[in-house]
C-alpha cells in the first residue's frame, strides 16, 4: 500500500460512512487503506495478513514473522465489512474468511480515532 494516504479526508470519509453514508470505489478505497494502515500502526508486527481484495493488504500483529509465500493466517473480507468491524466491532463473520490459529482477531476491534 504505497503512498501517501491523505488522513483529513479518510477520517471525513470514515465518518460518513458511520453515519450511513455510501462510499464510492474510490472512497471506499482510500478509507480502507488508511483504516488497514493505522490497524498495522496499532499492532505491529508481521504474523496475520488482513486482506480487503482489490483494495489493500497489511500484515500485522506479534508474533512468529512471515517473509515469502502464503501467510499461515489470513483474515479476508470486503471492503464494507472492514469498515464495519473497524467503527462498530460488530460483523456477520459468516462474511469473514479467516485461517490460521492467530487469526482471531475481533477482540482488536472496534479503532477509536
Aim: hydrophobic letters at 45%; zero cysteines.
Amino acid at each position: 500500500m504505497a503512498g501517501k494516504i491523505d488522513s483529513e479526508q479518510a477520517l471525513k470519509l470514515l465518518s460518513a460512512f458511520q453515519a450511513g453514508a455510501e462510499l464510492t470505489p474510490a472512497e471506499l478505497a482510500l478509507t480502507v487503506r488508511f483504516t488497514l494502515a493505522e490497524f498495522a500502526k496499532r499492532h505491529p508486527g508481521r504474523s496475520v495478513e488482513i486482506r480487503i481484495p482489490w483494495i489493500g493488504a497489511v500484515q500485522a500483529i506479534a508474533g512468529v514473522n512471515h517473509r515469502r509465500g502464503t501467510p499461515p493466517n489470513v483474515v479476508e473480507m470486503s471492503g464494507n465489512t472492514w469498515l464495519t468491524l473497524v467503527t462498530t466491532g460488530l460483523v456477520d463473520w459468516q462474511q469473514v474468511s479467516a485461517s490460521g490459529n492467530k487469526s482471531a482477531i475481533q477482540d482488536l476491534f472496534p479503532l477509536s480515532f
